[in-house]
């Protein structure tokens, strides 16, 4: 697949090869009067997936309001909405949402500019620029778009140089009323080391979340996959998996698609025991894996602090609140007793940890925020 370069007029040129920050880290810009635009059938070339559409998109409670952001930048991008910043855990649709959004736009003027690079590439191709001294060609194809659409930000955490070239980027693409599309695992606060004006522009627009699918989202999604395929599982193996396989997308689909490479190998049906014994290593290995140090390890890191911070017996505030998360995640997923949980956490007494997780627990109950970041938390701890 390559960009092909129309020339706008009444005459069509051969077709040339240009270059993309996506497709070479030669940065270069395509001469006016030219434009480059995507053919349905060549969406790729502007980074974009062909099957990440808005058709196949399955909408639940879990995700039904950056669906309905993201199909009202679609309807008129540029204007309320921007940045659309769309923040969750791996796996569970935001990528799929922001190119369904160019797709969308595309389909109504193929002549728009729209790109899609992940932070890490833009890093890369900042770097390169620099280095090649080409710094007026980056900016010439970063801030000639229509559409930007920017994931993983989380990644440029700690990047100075590249959160500064971000930051114009940003600046100038929204004074020209481009649409910026921002992905993230976390809120705009919540990403550590990234400069406070960054974030108050990622606050401007949308800030939407997507949760964990619920159940019955899962078993439409199963549902949903298998009827394109063409293929049949019975109703008591597709509740099966949605109810074992719970932390994202892709998993869930991967168990799918292991389901059915097995059926087509049998040329024949597969029953329940046959599919919990197929997906018994997929189901328990993860929990297998969990011990109380890669708890540990990813509560302090996700609040940006040291296991020793964890650990230690200290009352600060910033200490205290992750400790607790800590500790509730280590009683409710491995159901470790109190007083080991205490020993871990700094020889606590079992009171304090009880303490801890019943404060953690009704948390979740009424604070929406505290029950995204435990989510998190889970799809981090069984990746």
Request: proline share 3%; glycine share 6%; charged share 25%.
């Given at each position: 697949?390559?960009?092909i ?10 077709p ?30 502007s ?5 990440y559409t ?15 952001a ?57 770097v390169?620029?620099?280095q ?27 990047k ?16 020209k ?32 979340d997507?949760?964990?699918p ?18 049949n599982l ?5 509740n ?19 389901l ?48 020793d ?10 200490y ?9 995640i280590?009683r409710?997923?491995l ?5 080991v ?25 009424v ?6 970041e ?10």
């Amino acid at each position: 697949i390559r960009d092909i370069k129309y020339q706008v007029g009444n005459h069509r040129t051969e077709p040339k090869p240009i270059n993309t920050p996506e497709t070479n880290n030669n940065i270069h810009t395509p001469q006016q009067p030219s434009v480059v635009y995507k053919e349905k059938t060549n969406s790729m070339a502007s980074g974009l997936s062909q099957n990440y559409t808005f058709d196949t998109f399955i909408v639940g409670q879990h995700n039904e309001l950056a669906h309905a952001a993201s199909v009202a930048v679609a309807k008129n991008p540029g204007n309320q909405y921007n940045p659309l910043f769309i923040y969750g855990g791996v796996g569970l649709g935001k990528t799929h949402l922001m190119h369904a959004v160019g797709h969308k736009l595309l389909e109504s003027n193929p002549q728009l500019k729209i790109l899609y690079v992940t932070s890490e590439k833009f890093t890369n191709n900042y770097v390169n620029a620099i280095q090649n001294k080409r710094m007026e060609e980056f900016k010439k194809v970063y801030r000639n778009v229509d559409m930007l659409l920017i994931d993983d930000i989380q990644f440029i955490s700690s990047k100075e140089q590249t959160q500064e070239e971000f930051f114009h980027t940003f600046n100038e693409l929204r004074d020209k009323g481009k649409q910026i599309i921002i992905t993230s695992d976390r809120l705009p606060k919540d990403i550590p080391a990234i400069e406070q004006r960054l974030v108050s522009r990622f606050e401007w627009g949308m800030v939407a979340d997507i949760q964990a699918p619920t159940l019955e989202t899962r078993v439409a999604i199963l549902k949903t996959k298998l009827s394109k395929k063409g293929v049949n599982l019975s109703d008591e193996i597709i509740n099966f998996i949605a109810e074992n396989i719970v932390s994202n997308i892709r998993e869930l689909e991967g168990a799918l698609n292991r389901l059915l490479v097995y059926q087509q190998m049998e040329n024949r049906s597969i029953t329940l025991e046959q599919a919990k014994t197929i997906l018994a290593n997929m189901v328990s290995a993860k929990k297998k894996a969990v011990t109380l140090n890669k708890i540990a390890e990813i509560v302090a890191s996700f609040y940006n602090i040291s296991v020793d911070d964890l650990i230690k017996k200290s009352r600060r505030k910033e200490y205290v609140g992750p400790r607790q998360t800590a500790m509730y995640i280590a009683r409710k997923e491995l159901g470790t007793s109190f007083p080991v949980i205490g020993d871990f956490f700094g020889g606590r007494d079992h009171t304090t940890v009880m303490h801890g997780v019943e404060k953690i627990d009704k948390a979740t109950n009424v604070d929406e925020g505290i029950k995204q970041e435990i989510e998190q938390l889970l799809e981090k701890i069984y990746v």
